[in-house]
């Protein structure tokens, strides 16, 4: 999200070298095109004010890209948490309708 690509691989590289056995927990900005239509504009605002504030947005990736990232920087094994199952977990039952969204997820790497 504030760190371009190629800084998270290498945030990753480093995490990575950790004892056997160490978790990372970390979250991902999805792309926009991913996001559920009804929260792009919500996203969109967020982003213009990160702007603004001097802390852009830098990275966008897919589930499948921040898993790669992982097991390229030398993670054994990765877990992608979805909105949805978040949405399950933390969210069933309340009538008020509130759901996570998509744009931001959670990756578990484990080395």
Do not use: K, N
Not at 6 to 28: E, H, K
Not at 31 to 55: C, F, K
Not at 93 to 98: F, R, S, T, V
């Amino acid at each position: 999200m504030y760190l371009a690509e190629a800084v998270i691989a290498g945030t990753f590289r480093r995490i990575a070298r950790l004892a056997a056995g160490s978790t990372l927990v970390t979250t991902f900005l999805r792309p926009i095109e991913d996001v559920e239509p009804d929260q792009r504009e919500q996203l969109l605002a967020v982003q213009r004010g990160a702007r603004a504030s001097g802390t852009p947005f830098l990275s966008f990736c897919t589930p499948e890209r921040m898993a790669a990232l992982a097991r390229e920087a030398g993670f054994r094994d990765t877990r992608h948490v979805p909105a949805e199952e978040l949405a399950g977990r933390y969210f069933a039952g309340p009538a008020d309708g509130l759901r996570p969204s998509r744009g931001e997820e959670i990756l578990v790497a484990l080395t």
